[in-house]
């Protein structure tokens, strides 16, 4: 594996999630991997999981860090060929990606969708050329259309919970006050098709994701249906694909202790951060049917996985 930019880079997610609960045993077993490489982290949007989780990962492989905020601290960048650069970016990626790549052996980014314009959001821009320019890995740390290390975790953290039988998963749309983008939804979307399990989504009308993303998962547009007998309720806001960047703040679709007693005493996930009592309620996300602490930690061992792929091919 040369990249890590979305979960079509898994060859097989089975034994990816076996080997990532493996490593969460021994974090330490392959510190030596790592020695004498650098990974550099780079951040064009906020995070707290994800900045120190790939730390927490890359230092257990024994690498050494570099972390560099882009916003308000980088030069700002240009992406277009041929563009005539005299109105605000300073530097074209075709440099920064060269220049950076002498300095790291893996580059890990973060780079959101603007909301803007759905076609340039989903040319995945500022990740691709970070692809095309840099002659090191590069990491999907959060791109405009996907979250993969998220989607990732949240398949091991599915499988540590799994029951015997064949789970209902329900991926819910819930309120949110700001209009986010569709990545994590879509990756989460597309690792759950490849799991052992009966996938629904439940999302207002108008909240659909790409149809390319979604494929034949069923769509519920009745939250309290859709939540029936369900093991697993995965939360989360996104705004809307079709009327672009919509977002919506309906309270009917919060999850409460109600919902919640719909289903067959599921576990309740979200990829965190969570706006208590607008998304899900304090009753909720308080629970013991909570894992969402243990969904965040298990951040680290997707991203020390995926790291050990790229330092053992390299
Ligand atoms: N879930 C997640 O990516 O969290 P951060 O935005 O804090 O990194």
Not at 87 to 104: F, I, P, R, T
Not at 140 to 149: C, Q, R, Y
């Amino acid at each position: 594996m040369n990249n890590y930019f979305s979960i079509k880079d898994i060859d097989s997610l089975d034994n990816w999630v076996n080997e990532a609960i493996e490593l969460k045993k021994t974090p330490l077993s392959n510190k030596m991997l790592g020695v004498d490489k650098t990974i550099g982290l780079l951040f064009f949007n906020p995070s707290l999981r994800t900045r120190l989780s790939t730390q927490k990962a890359a230092l257990n492989l024994g690498m050494n860090v570099i972390v560099m905020n882009f916003t308000g601290e980088g030069w700002s960048l240009e992406y277009g060929d041929g563009t005539v650069m005299d109105q605000g970016n300073s530097e074209h990626v075709k440099e920064a990606a060269q220049v950076v790549s002498q300095y790291c052996d893996v580059l890990a980014i973060r780079a959101f969708a603007k909301l803007e314009n759905r076609e340039e959001d989903y040319e995945e821009k500022v990740m691709k050329s970070f692809i095309k320019y840099a002659s090191i890995p590069v990491i999907n740390m959060e791109s405009a259309t996907g979250h993969p290390l998220q989607a990732l975790t949240d398949a091991i953290t599915i499988t540590e919970h799994k029951p015997t039988y064949r789970p209902k998963i329900v991926l819910s749309w819930a309120p949110h006050p700001k209009a986010l983008p569709q990545a994590v939804a879509n990756s989460f979307v597309e690792i759950a098709q490849q799991m052992e399990a009966d996938f629904v989504i439940t999302h207002p009308v108008g909240f659909e994701l790409a149809s390319q993303i979604t494929n034949e998962v069923p769509i519920d547009y009745n939250q309290e249906h859709a939540l029936k007998d369900a093991d697993f309720v995965y939360v989360k806001n996104w705004s809307s694909y079709n009327d672009y960047g919509k977002s919506s703040q309906d309270q009917h679709w919060k999850i409460t202790e109600e919902k919640m007693k719909l289903t067959n005493n599921a576990k309740f996930m979200h990829c965190l951060p969570v706006r208590r009592n607008v998304v899900v309620d304090d009753t909720v996300i308080d629970s013991e049917n909570s894992i969402v602490i243990e969904q965040a930690n298990n951040r680290t061992y997707a991203a020390q996985l995926v790291l050990k792929k790229i330092l053992e091919k390299s």
